[in-house]
């Protein structure tokens, strides 16, 4: 049974960072693709970003380029997501998601597994 299980969310000012973690349940080179979604109320859910776990080629929505990090440590199985200059508008219920379909571009897969969310809120 996969599990996903994240961590690391919480409350900051805006400005601050926080670093979320998502432990799966085997090898994450089981996955083709993992990735970090968020939803904030009365929104969709939205990738925020995203890697190929093997090929690596990370994507990374718009809004948080240049803030936002995702990163793999293969011997923990672990995905992290580092938050830098966190802004009120990330403030969402953030996801770990995982994939063994392959895609053209990660965004476009079909995440068919998910992880609880841990929450993130920033405020002003």
């Known amino acids: 049974q996969v599990q996903l299980v994240e961590s690391g969310g919480g409350s900051v000012q805006a400005g601050g960072s926080l670093r979320l973690s998502c432990v799966a349940s085997g090898s994450i080179y089981n996955y083709y693709y993992m990735g970090w979604y968020r939803q904030a109320p009365g929104k969709e859910r939205e990738v925020v970003a995203c890697i190929a776990i093997v090929a690596g080629r990370p994507y990374y929505a718009d809004s948080v380029k240049g803030r936002f990090t995702i990163s793999q440590e293969n011997a923990k199985d672990t995905l992290n997501l580092q938050m830098n200059s966190l802004k009120p508008e990330d403030t969402a219920m953030y996801y770990c998601?995982?994939?063994?379909?392959?895609?053209?571009?990660?965004?476009?897969?079909?995440?068919?597994?998910w992880g609880q969310g841990t929450q993130v809120t920033v405020s002003s």
């Open positions: 998601a995982a994939t063994y379909a392959a895609a053209d571009y990660c965004y476009r897969a079909s995440f068919n597994f």
